[in-house]
């Protein structure tokens, strides 16, 4: 059985990440702070290593260099969430075994197929369409549900609510569903189900202040025959919502009060741990999140197929981007599109030579670290190397962990 160790998760994130693991035959022990989490990794060697940062990334520099120190810990990958940062940072943590970071918030079908990929392991997500947002103001919560029933969205909204009535000043908080364009059967019970246990899940949510704005008679008909959500109405226009659950005070415009209480809902919701749309929903592109979690991404410009091969698949190894060039015109168009974070260069190639390169690249001012690896090996051609810009130089042939490290080594340290 695979096994994740999770570290300083908060509950949102933590509780349904453990809770979706655990389902999947996946094992999940929990770590808080530096001792328990380095006590915990020596102890299970887990398969994976999951660490949630609030606030600052550099609260895991005790940990991380203890587990490069030991060598059996050194090798376990880790998994990253937390608050933006720049590239440059996320790169130097490869080094510790960092694999992907996820800014915050993280989309959570993203976040789980990282997982399963590093696992190498199938785990299943729920791809159903489904639009689910939450909204708060004053002391009501709006859920909305448009497009299908996904059973994973509809498991986060549980942990969502909990979080939203821990963060929030509520007396006695009252909670309206809409699911306006939904036509549902008694094909979708189960997720019906499934969708009013997670919303009464918590106490603190009576189930008579929960309103659910819909115009299926089917859902109308599970409710009304369900014990366990007597209390629960079925309303078909938001006036009746309203009326019985908002205290609008002198306001008397209704449609006003949809406004305050809706469109302007409380901005202190916005954000969290992980985002209720998933990198699949549309309106945005899932690969927007391999800006934050790719860790490392390498330009390899060597005429030799031999050499380049052995390098890029090294790299591939470690998780890296890894990509190969064998002429340096090629090199130079690729930089008008792409940014690396070290760049890892032969000084013989068949058109450019690397000197041609080096100088090019001063006189544009680019501040990628150069690791020049060729086999010139005489003074005047390392003088000449970093006098151009190089960073470091390495005389082939070299091993390849010695040329990762070297790599690593000359990344931009973290500012």
Do not use: W
């Not at 389902?23 to 994976?48: C, M, S, W």
């Not at 106490?203 to 309103?211: G, W």
């Not at 391999?290 to 390498?298: F, I, M, T």
């Amino acid at each position: 059985m695979k096994q994740v160790l999770l570290i300083d998760a908060p509950p949102l994130f933590g509780e349904f990440l453990k809770d979706k693991l655990v389902a999947e035959q996946v094992k999940v022990e929990l770590a808080a702070g530096d001792r328990d989490a380095f006590q915990k990794l020596v102890n299970t060697l887990p398969d994976l290593v999951i660490i949630d940062v609030e606030n600052d990334i550099l609260t895991l520099q005790d940990f991380l260099d203890s587990k490069i120190q030991d060598p059996n810990a050194v090798r376990i990958p880790i998994i990253i969430s937390g608050p933006e940062i720049p590239r440059n940072q996320v790169s130097a943590l490869v080094k510790y075994g960092v694999v992907k970071y996820f800014a915050k918030p993280i989309k959570f079908d993203v976040f789980f197929e990282a997982i399963s990929m590093i696992l190498k392991t199938t785990l299943t997500i729920d791809d159903t369409p489904c639009v689910l947002e939450t909204h708060v103001n004053g002391n009501i919560i709006f859920v909305e549900i448009a497009q299908g029933l996904n059973r994973d969205k509809l498991s986060l909204l549980k942990y969502k609510l909990k979080e939203i009535l821990d963060h929030g000043a509520f007396h006695d908080p009252k909670l309206i569903l809409m699911m306006t364009n939904l036509e549902l059967t008694f094909v979708d019970g189960a997720n019906l189900e499934l969708l009013f246990d997670n919303i009464i899940e918590d106490e603190r949510i009576k189930r008579t202040n929960v309103k659910v704005l819909s115009l299926n008679e089917f859902t109308r008909e599970l409710l009304d025959g369900h014990p366990l959500y007597k209390g629960i109405e079925v309303v078909d226009n938001v006036t009746d919502v309203l009326s019985s659950l908002v205290d609008s005070g002198t306001t008397t415009d209704l449609a006003q009060v949809v406004s305050d209480k809706l469109l302007r809902s409380d901005a202190e919701q916005s954000g969290g741990a992980i985002e209720m749309r998933f990198g699949a929903d549309g309106g945005g592109n899932a690969m927007e999140e391999a800006v934050h979690e790719s860790s490392l991404k390498v330009a390899i410009v060597d005429d030799d197929a031999v050499t380049g091969a052995i390098l890029k698949n090294s790299f591939r190894n470690v998780n890296a981007e890894a990509l190969l060039f064998d002429s340096g015109v090629a090199f130079m168009q690729s930089l008008a599109t792409e940014k690396y974070d070290v760049i890892i260069l032969d000084l013989y190639l068949p058109d450019l030579s690397g000197f041609d390169i080096l100088a090019k690249l001063q006189r544009q001012g680019l501040r990628t670290p150069i690791l020049v690896y060729s086999q010139a090996s005489s003074r005047e051609a390392v003088i000449q190397a970093l006098s151009l810009g190089a960073k470091s130089y390495l005389a082939k042939p070299q091993k390849p962990a010695v040329i990762i490290q070297k790599a690593l080594d000359v990344l931009e340290p973290s500012a």
